[in-house]
């Protein structure tokens, strides 16, 4: 084969394989013909279930690691405006630290700390993706260690699960 028709059955594959690539997602996910999403305020009500406590800030920050999630992974615009093709909606339902295991003296010896929230999810453009469920996950920790201590990194943990679950029960296709 001459060094001319090289290079244009190179150029030809290239181009095919570039084009294809833009119709898959390396992160799964599925945005349809959607192309602007919104995240409302995840309002913080963990001290309405029994055993939770309050954590002040929580709501801004997983509100922004929700956001940051699906701007990373998608090409949709974030939006504030009410009509965005795609809404997400919840609340924080639970912030529970519990003790996981014990020592010979009875006492703690790893703590947990669990983090539930309730996601609405709206699909304008694709209805019967809608859902209404929780998520939750959970960061294990020495019980000698103050929560202060270790609290970015244990929230840093669980936003990111949750969020990409989340993700994943609303724009992945798989």
Known sequence: ???????????????????????????????GTAT?????????????????????????????????????????????????????????????????????QQTAAQNRLSIRVKCRFYNRTKEDSDFDQSFSFFFDYDANTQLSAIRSEAHEVIFERITQDIFNASLADW
């Open 1 to 31: 084969m001459r060094k001319e028709n090289l290079k244009l059955v190179f150029l030809v594959v290239t181009t095919l394989l570039l084009n294809n690539c833009g119709v898959y997602n390396f992160t799964g996910g599925n945005v």
């Open 36 to 104: 602007t999403f919104q995240v409302n305020y995840f309002q913080n009500y963990a001290t309405q279930s029994p055993g939770s406590t309050f954590e002040p800030g929580m709501d801004r920050d997983f509100t922004l690691a929700l956001q940051d999630r699906i701007l990373n992974q998608t090409s949709l615009d974030l939006v504030n405006n009410g009509n965005a093709d795609l809404l997400y909606e919840g609340e924080i339902t639970e912030y529970r630290i519990s003790p996981m295991t014990a020592t010979a």
